[in-house]
């Protein structure tokens, strides 16, 4: 069994698509507004109060009630690709957790230093029960499913790895094979 860790290490460089991986320790939930808010902080050399660096995110907009999390599955991840490759110029390595995949252009950005980690929808309570606590929550402002969640979480997952950082892309191998098999 697969665990990774934050912050992550070089380790995230031998994973292969369709691995098995488990996280233990610091994950941080961002969505569209967060990422947008984040890169325009970075394109102007602003500190943000949390460091994409060597993180792990999860495309989530979680429900928190109390400081307790009851439901925080994954949201597509396609609707951040945009926000991706400027992200990676910026970070030495990284690891995201999300549904669905990113786009090509992303995944080349990614090459060399992040993965991308599938973890199932519709399983947000399941996923709720893999965080042992709420550590800090940041920029508010932006609403409780958009603002950035920092949680502890232990044997999150199973996730897959769905994008190795070497570009292999289990969407696009799945897509590829329909492609063939509709041909016939």
Same mark, same amino acid.
């Given at each position: 069994?697969?665990?990774?860790? &934050?912050?992550v290490g070089e380790e995230i460089l031998?994973?292969?698509?369709? !691995?098995? %991986?488990?996280? !233990?320790?610091?994950? +941080?939930?961002?969505? !569209?507004?967060? #990422?947008?808010?984040?890169?325009?902080? +970075?394109?102007?050399?602003?500190? @943000?109060?949390?460091?994409?660096?060597?993180?792990?995110?999860? #495309?989530?907009?979680?429900? %928190?009630?109390?400081?307790?999390?009851?439901?925080?599955?994954?949201?597509?991840? !396609?609707? +951040?690709?945009?926000?991706?490759?400027?992200?990676?110029?910026? %970070?030495? @390595?990284?690891?995201?957790?999300?549904?669905?995949?990113? &786009?090509?252009?992303?995944?080349?950005?990614?090459?060399?230093?992040?993965?991308? @980690?599938?973890?199932?929808?519709?399983?947000?309570?399941?996923?709720?029960?893999?965080?042992?606590?709420?550590?800090?929550?940041? $920029?508010?402002?932006?609403?409780?499913?958009?603002? %950035? $969640?920092?949680?502890?979480?232990?044997?999150?997952?199973?996730?897959?790895?769905?994008?190795?950082?070497?570009?292999?892309?289990?969407?696009?191998?799945?897509?590829?094979?329909?492609?063939?098999?509709?041909?016939?």
């Amino acid at each position: 069994m697969n665990v990774l860790k &934050s912050p992550v290490g070089e380790e995230i460089l031998e994973l292969k698509a369709g !691995d098995i %991986v488990y996280v !233990d320790g610091e994950i +941080m939930t961002a969505r !569209d507004k967060a #990422h947008a808010r984040a890169l325009e902080m +970075m394109e102007k050399g602003l500190k @943000l109060p949390f460091s994409f660096n060597k993180s792990i995110v999860y #495309h989530c907009g979680p429900i %928190v009630q109390g400081g307790r999390v009851i439901s925080a599955g994954p949201t597509t991840s !396609d609707r +951040m690709s945009a926000f991706i490759p400027k992200i990676m110029e910026k %970070v030495e @390595l990284f690891a995201m957790i999300g549904k669905g995949g990113v &786009s090509e252009e992303a995944v080349k950005a990614m090459k060399g230093k992040a993965v991308y @980690l599938a973890f199932t929808g519709g399983a947000g309570a399941f996923a709720a029960s893999k965080i042992r606590g709420v550590k800090a929550v940041f $920029w508010e402002d932006l609403g409780m499913a958009e603002a %950035v $969640w920092v949680f502890e979480v232990e044997k999150f997952g199973p996730c897959i790895v769905a994008i190795d950082s070497k570009g292999r892309n289990l969407y696009e191998d799945v897509r590829k094979r329909l492609i063939e098999k509709l041909k016939k």
